[in-house]
């Protein structure tokens, strides 16, 4: 087989395969592939659209390493934001791995921002007739971010537009910005009244918001993760919140879901909602367009969107999509 026969395959469970089947053939254009299952006969150089986060329903097999060996992908691109559903450093050097970057930025961050709202406004509203506190609102507050990819930054700007201060956390020191300012210390980002965890979980995440740290949070501060909960140590932000030093809003938990009667269930400090911040109006298979992106920087020879890379080389796969592509050219009826 060459890769003159690449072929793209989805791996997607069945509530989403039809869907993602229209979008793609709208994203990709007249040029683009026809999706085949990933079980229809993979061979080595095909490219993969997978949803690691659905494994085990709609008739996904239970295990992510079988459809990961299935064939030598020349790519492999993942439906969710997150990475950690594979070994990255283990990953083949000429097998392209990404993700999907930027779809889910928009509903993450207005999840965050209904969060830091509803929290504002907690003690009462002009509508409901109660007395309004006097730090109502998110104008002149303080904002943490942690992370600065395409959710960090969405929730960084829409809190600043909103009048807010905020410190964003990123791995590298970059320059002010109106009222978004930068760190490169996560124990600056707790001294805020809102702290928004949006970083990536990967074993220098892990764990990065510890007890020690934790402990030098602003008192009274907010914690909303839209991330993974492995970033933020459970017991201790169990524990700020039981005494009243913190509140939290957490999409996302550990273990997931909750087991009924958990602490994070039965404190009045603690929100939870069941992993659904990404929900949106169109979220269901918004990852076709973050793959139609890439597809479109390969086919023009460009290189993919840095935000999009996880690991691998795109060599393989710029080969892969402009035979792919130009095979659909030569078949199309004239």
């Known amino acids: 087989m060459t890769l003159a026969d690449a072929a793209l395959r989805v791996a997607l469970p069945r ?3 039809g869907e993602a089947r229209t979008r793609l053939a709208a994203d990709l254009g007249p040029d683009g592939p026809a999706p085949a299952d990933w079980r229809d006969g993979p061979r080595a150089g095909d490219v993969l659209l997978v949803a690691p986060h659905e494994m085990g329903n709609g008739g996904l097999p239970d295990d992510l390493a079988a459809v990961l060996g299935a064939a030598d992908w020349s790519w492999v691109h993942l439906t969710s934001a997150g990475t950690d559903f594979v070994d990255v450093p283990r990953w083949p050097g000429d097998r392209l791995l990404t993700r999907s970057w930027r779809c889910y930025a928009a509903p993450l961050a207005e999840y965050a921002l209904g969060a830091m709202l509803t929290h504002q406004w907690r003690d009462g509203s002009p ?3 109660r007395p309004v506190a006097a730090d109502a609102g998110l104008w002149g ?6 992370g600065y990819g395409e959710v960090g930054r969405r929730v960084a ?11 964003a956390l990123s791995r ?3 320059p002010s910005r109106g009222r978004i300012a930068h760190t490169t210390s996560p124990a600056a980002v707790l001294d805020a009244d809102h702290l928004v965890i949006a970083l990536p979980l990967n074993a220098g995440t892990r764990g990065l918001f510890g007890p020690a740290v934790l402990a030098r949070a602003r008192p009274g501060l907010h914690l909303v993760n839209v ?3 492995q970033i933020v140590c459970q017991r201790t932000l169990a524990t700020l919140c039981a005494e009243g030093r913190m509140h939290a809003t957490l999409d996302v938990t550990d273990p997931e879901p909750l087991p009924p009667g958990h602490v994070l269930r039965t404190l009045p400090q603690v929100r939870v ?6 929900r949106s109006r169109r979220s269901d298979a918004a990852f076709t367009e973050d793959f139609a992106a890439i597809w479109q920087r390969l086919r023009d020879g460009e290189p993919p969107p840095d935000g999009a890379v996880a690991a691998g080389a795109a ?3 710029r080969t892969a999509v402009l035979h792919t592509t130009s095979r659909r050219r030569d078949n199309t009826p004239r």
């Open 157 to 167: 700007e829409v809190s600043a537009a909103l009048g807010a201060s905020v410190l």
């Open 315 to 317: 060599e393989r796969a």
């Open 127 to 129: 509508w409901n007739g």
């Open 15 to 17: 509530h989403l395969a």
């Open 227 to 229: 991330s993974r909960a």
């Open 172 to 174: 590298t020191p970059r």
């Open 141 to 146: 507050a303080r904002v943490g971010v942690a």
């Open 273 to 278: 909602s069941p992993h659904v911040a990404w």
